[in-house]
């Protein structure tokens, strides 16, 4: 059984997060304590609980302690099954958050599994969908990574209601060694605006090209429970991708939205980094389950990157080397 204190680190709901695939894949289970002891209001919540419900659904697992509030939780993983699986959140609690419970475990397995997904696409405190569809996936890809997503709706708060349909076909995943961005090949900005006019996906990405000229730019205008917008931009280059994202909220105008995702990207690039910060505390948990050493730089090191190098050797014969200096070079290091 691995002992996991959730007070450590940055004390949120990322350690669950990952807990629960790495054990899942290595069949390890772990006791955690102090779940979000760094957070106001501590213990599990309904979005990490659906996390919960979710890899227990995927590997027949037995689970103590999983209701709203508990401080603790233990996990005895099953086997994964493979299979097409539905999954509802019920709210419009995040379904990228919700990926990252189940989705290294099935994309390091050996098997080929379907998710159909119905909650928030683009909801506060998470990376949207479009994040992962521009940024996460075409970096998985190219360690090996099977996996396709298609958004089927848009979840906005307060009401939620987006579908994902998710494929991944597991398989092992090579080492991805990140040391040069190469050439800037192109800035893509995704404006995305429910139940609005469409004039604000176009206030929106007028705003972010303003910083980036030469920007390539896509409207997705819907309908569905909630009104919402958001922009997403992705800069492509010869050897890595950054993005950034920015959502939009009522009263705050579309042109603030636009420079907002616009000035962090551009803060990103900037930091000279081959990821961003919110792509690379993803990526080094892949990383750690390739077959071999990889390494990335990053300008920033986030409070939930620090934790993922603290709880990955906890269940992975891996251990981290870290740059003094920004932009940080991090070794991923298989002993």
């Keep these: 059984m691995i002992e996991l204190d959730g007070s450590e680190g940055e004390g949120g709901g990322q350690t669950v997060r990952t807990a629960l695939s790495l054990s899942t894949l290595t069949g390890q289970p772990f006791h955690i304590t102090d779940i979000r002891a760094g957070r106001p209001d501590p213990g599990l919540k309904p979005q990490h609980l659906a996390g919960v419900r979710l890899v227990q659904q995927l590997c027949s697992a037995r689970v103590e302690g999983g209701y709203a509030g508990s401080r603790e939780l233990t996990f005895f993983p099953g086997t994964l099954s493979g299979g097409t699986h539905e999954y509802d959140v019920g709210t419009a609690g995040s379904l990228t958050l919700l990926m990252q419970s189940a989705l290294p475990a099935l994309v390091a397995s050996p098997l080929e599994t379907g998710l159909m997904l119905t909650g928030g696409t683009n909801v506060r405190w998470s990376p949207p969908v479009d994040h992962y569809q521009m940024v996460l996936f075409p970096l998985l890809r190219r360690m090996g990574a099977e996996l396709e997503m298609t958004v089927l709706s848009r979840g906005f708060h307060p009401k939620g209601g987006g579908t994902v349909r998710l494929r991944v076909k597991g398989g092992p ?6 040391e040069e961005r190469g050439e800037l090949l192109r800035v893509l900005g995704r404006s995305c605006v429910q139940d609005l006019p469409e004039g604000v996906a176009d206030r929106m990405l007028a705003s972010a090209r303003r910083e980036f000229p030469d920007m390539i730019a896509e409207k997705v ?8 917008a958001g922009l997403t931009l992705a800069a492509e280059y010869g050897g890595t991708i950054l993005g950034w994202s920015a959502l939009g909220e ?16 551009s803060k990103a690039v ?20 390739a077959g071999g050493d990889s390494c990335f730089t990053v300008g920033r090191m986030s409070g939930h990157l ?27 290091i298989h002993t």
Excluded at 221 to 228: D, H, L
Excluded at 270 to 289: F, P, V
Aim: aromatic share 6%.
């Design 221 to 228: 205008v819907s309908t569905g429970r909630s009104p919402g």
């Design 173 to 178: 995943l090579s080492p991805l060694r990140l």
């Design 250 to 265: 009522r009263g705050l105008p579309s042109e603030k939205v636009g420079r907002e995702a616009a000035s962090c990207l």
């Design 306 to 332: 620090a934790s993922q190098m603290r709880l990955l050797p906890r269940f992975l014969p891996v251990r981290f080397e870290v740059g003094e200096a920004p932009p940080y070079r991090i070794d991923i």
């Design 270 to 289: 900037e930091a000279g980094g081959t990821l961003d910060s919110r792509t690379a505390d993803q990526m080094i948990t892949y990383m750690a389950l």
